[in-house]
């Protein structure tokens, strides 16, 4: 935690010093959702991709954190206009069909529904996210492949103890 909040630290500076710089709003956009500062974060997403809308790399940043939001049709929009940019960009080959998934998914759900929010990197955020969707169209989720076999309930009750947790360590720490 003391990494990150240097990183922001050096981050807000650099705005300071370069505010029209996308890099220095899509850096600062990763540390804001690290920690878990998501509507700042996604504020300083969208900033970076206004301001170098060529640049794959903020349209990723910003798709990960709309998905860490639980809209992932806001993520798959940003995740094709990176794909737009450049069509090879490792991420996306990784990233994109996981994102078209959950997406579809999503479409399923009631209207104004969120889709569930996982509180991992990007890497297993997505794996997760590829588990659910191939679990709900009666696929078999194979932990070979880097997926997890989890219930709904499981994610809920594992969300519930990570939520519990983290107010219990701030108040040990001398956080609050």
């Not at 999503?106 to 191939?134: D, F, L, Y």
Request: proline fraction near 6%; glycine fraction near 6%.
């Amino acid at each position: 935690m003391t990494q990150l909040l240097i990183f922001y630290c050096n981050a807000s500076m650099m705005l300071q010093i370069h505010p029209n710089d996308p890099k220095v709003h899509e850096m600062r956009a990763q540390v804001l959702n690290s920690l878990d500062r998501t509507f700042e974060a996604v504020q300083a997403a969208q900033q970076a991709v206004q301001l170098n809308p060529h640049w794959p790399e903020a349209h990723i940043t910003l798709a990960r954190i709309q998905l860490n939001l639980g809209e992932p049709q806001l993520a798959l929009q940003s995740y094709q206009a990176a794909a737009r940019l450049q069509p090879d960009h490792p991420d996306l080959v990784h990233e994109l069909p996981t994102v078209q998934m959950y997406a579809k998914l999503h479409q399923q759900q009631p209207a104004g529904s969120r889709a569930h929010v996982i509180r991992e990197g990007a890497s297993g955020r997505v794996a997760r996210a590829a588990a659910q969707a191939k679990a709900a169209e009666g696929g078999h989720v194979g932990a070979d492949a880097g997926e997890h076999k989890h219930s709904d309930e499981q994610f809920e009750s594992q969300e519930a103890e990570r939520s519990q947790q983290a107010p219990a360590a701030a108040e040990t720490s001398g956080h609050a």
